[in-house]
């Protein structure tokens, strides 16, 4: 039981405290569970929040619930799962409440547009470091700048580019660029 509040207070601060995103809290996400915890490693985090991206849903949540699940099973996945969302349920329902009365007023306009400028620095901050970890040399270069062109130019779903990823990753290994 102890373990199971442990990663509902861990992953309630993590989504009381931050904001615009599954990719703004990969910083968040690597102090905590990784650097103070020690429940995952980088790779394993970032394999997870990979994987929630690919899967139907809210990525924090998705990586709230595999990283619970690997930490105490099932039910640390659901506590894990519930501490993610708690937060953000109590803020926008009292947000909701009071919002519509004040969102005309110039302070709150802005306060709003500083805070999406700083979100958009979180998230620059999290691709300088998911981009250290998954281009490591000229075959995850490749892909890069292929997934990149794609879905510059084309207008298709992101799980297209996940599986073309996926497939230029498995004949990276059968060629022998990679993994062996």
């Known amino acids: ?46 394999d997870y929040y990979a994987v929630g991206q690919c899967t139907p849903g809210i990525i924090a949540v998705n990586t709230a619930t595999f990283v619970g699940h690997k930490v105490a099973g099932f039910w640390g996945g659901i506590f894990a799962t519930l501490g993610v ?58 892909i890069f700048i292929l997934v990149f062109v794609m879905s510059v130019f084309l207008d298709m779903s992101p799980i297209f580019f996940v599986l073309v990823s996926g497939l230029c990753g498995i004949m990276l290994v059968n060629m022998g660029g990679r993994g062996k």
């Open 1 to 46: 039981m102890k373990k199971l509040m442990q990663l509902f207070l861990a992953f309630a601060r993590i989504g009381g405290l931050t904001f615009g995103g599954g990719y703004a809290m990969i910083p968040m996400l690597e102090k905590e569970l990784v650097e103070k915890k020690h429940w995952v490693s980088e790779e394993e985090l970032l």
């Open 85 to 142: 969302v708690f937060p953000s349920l109590v803020i926008i329902t009292v947000i909701a409440a009071v919002l519509t009365n004040f969102a005309d007023i110039p302070a709150v306009k802005s306060a709003f547009a500083a805070v999406r400028v700083c979100v958009c620095v979180l998230i620059f901050n999290a691709v300088l470091k998911l981009w250290k970890k998954a281009v490591t040399d000229k075959g995850t270069l490749a």
